[in-house]
């Protein structure tokens, strides 16, 4: 790789197809291995917006991360989900990728946080590298198993509406986001690593159709852009 020359990240995304090509500084990689569809059914989002794609913001970039690696789940001293914090390895791994975030997207008008330990320690270390701490807010929206409706009302309240967010979350709660912005529908299901960035764009947010996949990154993928 040559550090000195510009290096760039086209993906290209076909949705209606089910097929998704990376490439990665000319690399392309094998999307079965990251992508599967299934057949189901889209619970919990009829309450969203009443009556169809109702638009709720303009044009925006949207960023999504998922946390970063965390104490296993059930761990003596760690019974309560939300109190997880993240490993030391999970901590310098971010610690490596936050600053390929804010090249990749710059600054950002908000970033969103689910309040669980491991989600808020990961939003904090990128907005520490990013200058960003006064843009960090918090949704319980955002927790495991948060409701998306609430989400989309409270990023439809913000003003200014922000043009380029970063939402910090839990799997499988952001994939299911994702899969209804870009499908419409949860048969997209991304295997989304622990520290991943996914980037949508959409020229008005709505609950519903509305999003492309700009592209899907795995820490390995970040890090080797440092």
Known sequence: ???NGHKSIL?????????LVVFIHGLELDLPSVVRFKDSRLAGWADIAPGGRKSIMGRMELYLLRHGLAVVRGKRGFEDDSARPLTARGRRQLRKTA???????????LILSSPYLRARQTAEIVARELNLKKRLKFSNALAPGGSPAVLLRQL??????????LLVG??????????????GNQQLQLDFKKGG????????LCAGKCAKLAW?????QMKSLA
């Open 197 to 204: 960035l996914c980037k949508l764009e959409a020229e008005k």
């Open 170 to 183: 839990h799997e499988p709660d952001l994939s299911r986001l994702i899969s209804v912005l870009i499908c």
């Open 1 to 3: 790789m040559d550090t």
């Open 216 to 220: 899907l990154l795995t820490p390995r």
């Open 11 to 19: 993906v290209q995304t076909m949705v209606s197809h089910l097929c």
């Open 99 to 109: 600053p390929v975030v804010k090249r990749l997207a710059g600054k950002f008008d």
């Open 156 to 165: 439809g309240r913000e003003k200014p509406a922000p043009e380029k967010l």
